[in-house]
């Protein structure tokens, strides 16, 4: 619709016969602005390559997505500690470097040394130092400054966090008779059985997510 001002135009114009080719002229001028306004007011002019968006790769948290799925895949907590390990699992297409986070038990902490990525699908395995486990060329190793991890991981009960470098916790279990994560935990391992997630990776955070394995399967799928 035309403005008031130029409807007016257009009557005094229209009154006079003469004018009327004029008139026409005028309307047709005055369409084209407004479709050009109209256009310029409605159409997309960001540079959006082909009305295409990539969606951030990192949260306003500043947590990298990538970061945020990585998994505590599998433990192995029964036993001396040189048998103890703590696989992690990485789900995502992308290779995350974990140097610089921490894995907690219920007393205390560790800080991850510098290590190699671990690989889009990949898995990582955390040991203390001088530890007798066999981890699988396949996977990251990852050796603690420390005899144990944490304090040693309880045979009754216990809890394993991961925490990235900024100190946000990125995953969690607890097992027996520690309850702090999980009301109802999953049963703790004997000597020789792992916790898993079943199926591999899966993870709705719940204590459903985890199983008593009697096959470990350290640096590989569950």
Known sequence: MLPALHQNILTDILRNKRFTALAAIY??????????????????????????????????????????????NEVSSAGSALVEWIE?????????????????????????????PIPPGGYAVIIPTGSSTLIPGSATAVTLGAPTIGNGLADTGDRV?????????????????????????????????????????????TAADWILDNSPSIGISN
Do not use: M
């Open 27 to 72: 309307f047709v001028g005055i369409s084209l602005v407004f479709t050009q306004i109209t256009h310029a007011l409605f159409t997309d002019s960001a540079s959006s390559n082909n009305n295409t968006f990539t969606a951030a790769s990192v949260f306003p948290t500043g947590v990298p997505l990538t970061s945020a799925q990585l998994k505590i």
């Open 161 to 205: 966090i991961l925490k990235d470098a900024s100190s946000t916790e990125i995953d969690n279990i607890n097992y027996g008779t520690d309850t702090t994560i999980f009301p109802t935990p999953p049963a703790a391992p004997s000597t020789g059985v792992t916790l898993s997630r079943n199926p591999n990776g899966t993870d709705t955070d």
């Open 88 to 116: 992690i699992f990485n789900p995502t297409a992308s290779s995350v470097d974990i140097s610089g986070w921490s894995v907690l038990d219920n007393t205390s902490s560790d800080i991850i040394p510098s290590v190699s």
